[in-house]
């Protein structure tokens, strides 16, 4: 299902550079607006009250792109997790196995589909070999909302 390296106690602890990096734009803007405060009189302290404010800026946006992966990884890992559980209880025991095969895309846009047309629907996902999410959700007759994305 994923194309990274099997995972074991070595490798499986990842270092968060994104937010290392958001940290240390934050602690140079506080530095930054600290010194314009301190030569607030002076070119000096307007030149870094601008740049103050543009480090701001700058870590704002990335504290804003950063705060949704968290919450999309989860959301990503709870309709796997739902996907499997629909699967085993309403799949024919010929698709159960095969289904185990099926992407977190393909997952993602299969759960649209109804109870009652989702073995028809993952039948023909897994004989057809369909990737494209849109194409999947785009073969869903009766299609029932999901209102809780994130």
């Not at 600290?34 to 009189?41: E, G, M, N, P, T």
């Not at 095969?98 to 649209?112: P, V």
Request: aromatic share 6%; charged share 25%; proline share 3%.
């Amino acid at each position: 299902m994923s194309a990274s390296p099997s995972q074991n106690f070595s490798n499986h602890g990842r270092f968060p550079t994104a937010f290392v990096v958001y940290a240390v734009l934050l602690l140079c803007a506080a530095i930054d607006l600290a010194l314009a405060w301190i030569w607030r009189d002076s070119a000096w302290g307007a030149i870094c009250l601008h740049m103050g404010v543009l480090l701001l800026a700058i870590t704002l946006l990335i504290q804003h792109a950063l705060s949704r992966t968290p919450l999309l990884t989860l959301q990503d890992r709870i309709i796997r997790l739902e996907s499997e559980v629909r699967c085993e209880r309403l799949l024919p025991e010929d698709l159960k196995e095969r289904a185990r095969g099926l992407t977190l895309r393909q997952r993602i846009a299969s759960r649209f589909a109804s109870d009652a047309e989702f073995p028809e629907l993952i039948r023909k996902i897994l004989d057809e070999n369909i990737q494209d999410g849109k194409t999947i959700k785009q073969l869903v007759k009766d299609w029932q909302a999901d209102h809780q994305r994130v």
